[in-house]
């Protein structure tokens, strides 16, 4: 999805800020094949401008390249003679014969423009009527081509250049360069691996993941683009949504193309707007060349354009050959190492398709994109022998300028700095737990992860994970400790076990604050942590595997002795009037339990190398379950109870109007459950905006053995306000979403009497209603406050209203 090269963007602008170095090229031999290389430009005939993103197909081979910005082009063929066609939209093609004498032979080739118009055919004006039938016969056209491939996989080279418009629209700020091989299927599978990559030193190769991107398809009725569903422009339903114009018509391959312009009927919904290119008799789309409406907002993003060429290949299927993805970005908010205003082009050049070959088969799981292991193992002629887009000198000069400005060596005096600023940031931001935190009971932590100091054994023992973290708590005045492996031994099926030791003060388990939330920050400052602790210290045996795609299966035994521990740390920077919440005594003994747990995510995966990451996705679905167990009579314990809990989250667009976010949680435990393993129904980080636990908790948790939770979320956007159609409510620039809930939390075991006024529970639904509003300062993008306001509608002694700040991207 072409939306994702906007979060990689991101993302990557905030890595290639700190100046990462990159891995050197590895030059190695060369292909064995013999190869022969044509090289050359192409000029327009009637002007002599170059002309750039020329489709050259080396009929026959299936390998083809595009001209670069500068009309310059190289196509690497075997050894022999070969037919070499040049063809772009709007200029009549052009093939000639090559005989290879030598081993390099230029070519240079005019191309004359093309605007014709056909016997018995009339260029209309703004042709409303032929605009529409051929657009009809368009859409009966694509009935055909779903069900005439089967299968096809292809290979591609992509190009990422970011420029600089701060200073010189030509000076490039970020370059990346990928090659893939890409596979689809019916009835709508889709996979990418990217084999090699390459990068401006500014950029680590890890976080280079840019490659064609889910091709979008118009021959589907809907595409997704970020948090939006657009209408394609052949879509079943296309013509209630877009009006079309016979602007000319053009040759393409020797054959009259129609060039259409696509109207949208509605500024409000999310549609296309351009043009699109229809081949006369066969209505097969040719080019397609489009933006967005009004409907379709991005923060701090502009101009964003969609280009992509068709070629017909195999004498019979039209396909993209070049995709072209373009905008700009404007940030008013100075972001130390990233200029305020870019733009970006991202290149697809697409060869060597391969059509029903079978070799899909088997290649489709859970991941969408796949970096390979020896991708940033790069022979240097096999890689020249695949960039099917030659490197422009503005290109080749700007590879070298960052490299030589990476490369500068820093005075002392700012290297201390920058990493004096970077660590501070990182630490009060919560950053690793591992490395630093603060809460009430440990006070100030700090340790060391000895896997992430490189000393990673991976290195050397494939498919091991190793984990050896080891830190001191001042408060505590105690060493704790973490160590612990994990081995896989089939990675088809994600069948890994372990073992882990621990002596460290853990987490109580809570609904609505997830366990990777650090509270360091606002522990520091506000004394507001939602946690509960105690000490944990033994070890836990585990297995677990993947039965079916999206679903993962973990079993576990734990042996642990488990301490209460109380309070120790009372300071905050801004709140010292009052003491830090109490911390609930966890119940002391020896725990051995057995446990299991169930976790389905419908989203699509990306693997980059040993990493996997979850796609982004306008919509999904995640459920998830866990099962422990722990008596006496299964062996020797002080403890014995069965917990059961289940939680279940939908993220959903709704009629157009959104996105809906729900969340539910039920929990239930029989016998006896200790302290420290009882359902907390946590405040969360109730300062800022929580969208998925409850903001009127003022600092209070609530406590059972039996829970239920159920809070929805959901987001307008921008879409209310500017469908409602008044002139001055559709330009009001922020973002509007709602929330709301109810839980319910209850006791079935007896507490002590003399700490149960410690555990609040809610034996009647407690419930809150509220909304955000969010892009409050568009003036300080990237950083957009969100004001929330939340109101309880039941009658529990926490907060009847309460406000909540935060920032959005």
Sequence with gaps: MKSGVLLFLFSVLSLSAFGLDDADMRQTSKPKTPRRVLVGNVYNSISGEAIPYVTIQALGTGKSTLTNESGFYRLIVEKGEHEVKFSHVGFFSDTVEIIFVEDTVRLDIKLEPTLIELPGT???????????????????????????????????????????????????????????????????????????????????????????????????????????????????????????????????????????????KSQIDPLFVGFIHIADSTFDVVAVDVGFNEGVYFPFVSDLRYRQDFAKLNGKYWMPVKIVFSGFFKLNIPVPGIPSE?????????????????ESEGMFDEYELVVADDADDIDSAVWYANQTVPLTDEELYGYKRIDSIQNLPKPLVKKILAYGIGTAFFLALGGQEDIFHYNRVEGAYLGLNWIGMGLNPN?????????????????????????????????????????????????????????????????????????DYYRQKGFQLFTGYRPVNHVRLRFSYYDYEHYPTAVTEHYSVFRNDDLARYNPLAERGKLRSIGSSFRYDSRKLFKNKDEDYYASAAQYTRLMAWVEYADPDLIDNDFKFTRYSLSLFRRQRLFGLGISNIYLFGGQAENNLPVQKFFILDFGEEIFIN???????????????????????????????????????????????????AFWSEF?????????????????????????????????????????????????NTSDFSIQWGFEL
């Design 748 to 796: 079935e075991r007896e507490l002590d009497p003399e700490t149960a006024g410690y555990f609040p529970f809610a034996p009647t639904a407690y419930t809150e209603l509220g909304f955000s509003l969010g892009n409050l300062t568009p003036f300080m993008n990237p950083f957009n406050m969100m004001l929330g306001f939340t109101w309880q509608l039941s009658d529990y």
């Design 459 to 531: 290195r050397f023992i494939p498919n091991l994970d190793l984990w050896l973290r080891t830190g001191y708590s001042f408060e505590q005045e105690k060493w704790q400790h973490r160590y612990g492996f994990s081995y896989e031994l089939s990675n088809k099926r994600k069948l890994y076990f372990g073992a882990e030791y621990q002596d460290q003060i853990v987490k109580m388990p809570t609904v609505n604050s997830s366990e990777a939330y650090n509270p360091t920050l606002l522990s520091l400052f506000y004394k507001m942590d939602p946690y």
């Design 122 to 264: 009339k260029v209309y004006s703004r042709a409303y009527d032929p605009g529409q039938r051929i657009i009809i016969e368009a859409i009966k056209r694509k009935k055909d081509i779903l069900t005439q491939i089967n299968d096809y996989n292809f290979d591609a080279y992509t190009k990422l250049v970011v420029h600089d418009r701060e200073t010189d629209s030509t000076d490039i700020f970020l370059i990346t360069e990928t090659q893939v091989t890409s596979y689809w299927a019916q009835p709508d599978r889709y996979k990418e691996v990217i084999t090699a990559r390459k990068q401006s030193s500014n950029l680590p190769p890890e976080g280079n993941l840019v490659a064609v991107g889910e091709i979008l398809n118009f021959n589907k009725n809907r595409l997704d683009f970020g948090d939006y569903e657009v209408v394609t422009p052949t879509a079943k339903d296309a013509l209630k949504h877009y009006n079309y114009y016979l602007l000319d018509t053009i040759e393409v391959d020797g054959r009259p193309v129609f060039r259409l312009e696509i109207e949208p």
């Design 342 to 358: 870019l733009s970006f082009e991202h290149l697809a050049s697409i060869y060597n398709y391969r059509f029903e070959t079978g």
């Design 691 to 741: 969208n998925s636990g409850f903001n009127t908790l003022n600092e209070t948790n609530f406590y059972g053995d039996r829970v239920f939770k159920v809070y929805v979320n959901h987001e307008f956007g921008h879409n209310l306000f500017y469908k409602s159609g008044l002139p001055l409510i559709k330009k009001i620039p922020f973002t509007l979403s709602v929330h709301g809930g």
